[in-house]
């Protein structure tokens, strides 16, 4: 056991230690950053002469095309005359954006966003409302990792919301993605959410619900963004809480998902050793 003098000596270190932490880890761009241009539309990014560096934005955006069209499997093509006639064909558009890790260039970032503003509810839509973790329990989770030997992971899930499957009942058909034109006469029927889709964060809540209670985690009743699980610690035999819980914000992008990093690995194994699975 610690002392009181002990106790705040370690305290002070573990704060020391988190804002070092942050401060080292920010996404800020750096102030010489002016040789990249941020296009406001597609046109616009594969311009040579308003985008120098237009062959990278080429290159997202193909990049971000290929994961949608055949890593995921968003989509798929069909005839715009097998619509239903109430079909409500939305449009689409590339949002682009430089993304910086500490303090220096990464990678130019292009993402397909679906203009979910042209969506008509009871028609490729029914619920749209996704709940978020509350401030009480925010505040819960930053006091406890301050606490010495507890720590906080807060790591962002890539591809979120590309992951969860539509309902079968919310059809979902795009126009064609600029710079990817379609044949005439066809149009892209939505498998899973994309970005921008008014029902994207609570089809992906939803997913990770369903995910991490295979996995053993347990919802909690006063907070149904914060999930649990107790396991035995063989070591030291005493039990071990660990937790999820989901912050969805909206970003440029049209929306973003922050949790566990290893969501995508529970997806892989929930159906194999959803018994040995950690969260």
């Not at 006639?85 to 949002?95: P, Y």
């Not at 970032?109 to 490729?124: H, S």
């Not at 819980?245 to 159906?271: A, P, T, Y």
């Amino acid at each position: 056991m610690l002392d009181e003098s002990n106790l705040e000596e370690a305290l002070l270190v573990h704060v020391e230690a988190a804002a070092l932490i942050a401060h080292n880890t920010t996404d800020r761009a750096p102030l010489n950053a002016t040789q990249f241009t941020t296009p406001s539309d597609y046109a616009h990014a594969i311009d040579p002469e308003r985008t120098p560096d237009f062959r990278l934005w080429l290159e997202a955006t193909r990049k971000e095309y290929d994961l949608l069209d055949k890593a995921m499997g968003c989509w798929e093509v069909v005839d715009i005359d097998t619509l239903p006639e109430d079909a409500n064909l939305i449009g689409v558009k590339w949002v682009f954006k430089i993304k910086f890790k500490n303090g220096e260039y990464e990678r130019h970032k292009a993402r397909i966003v679906a203009l979910g503003y042209q969506q008509r509810k009871d028609v490729d839509y029914f619920a749209s409302f996704s709940p978020t973790a509350s401030y009480v329990t925010i505040r819960l989770v930053l006091a406890l990792t301050a606490l010495p030997h507890w720590y906080g992971v807060d790591l962002d899930a890539t591809g979120a919301f590309i992951s969860a499957p539509l309902p079968p009942e919310e059809q979902v058909y795009l126009k064609g993605i600029p710079g990817f034109d379609l044949p005439k006469g066809k149009c892209l029927r939505l498998k899973k959410t994309i970005y921008g889709l008014v029902q994207a964060p609570l089809s992906y809540f939803k997913l990770c619900k369903e995910v991490y209670g295979k996995v053993g985690l347990r919802q909690l009743d006063c907070d149904e963004c914060v999930l649990v699980r107790c396991a035995q610690n063989i070591k030291q035999r005493k039990d071990v809480d660990y937790f999820a819980s989901f912050r969805q914000h909206d970003s440029e992008h049209g929306g973003g998902v922050q949790g566990q990093k290893s969501f995508h690995e529970h997806q892989k194994n929930c159906g194999k050793n959803c018994d040995k699975s950690l969260p």
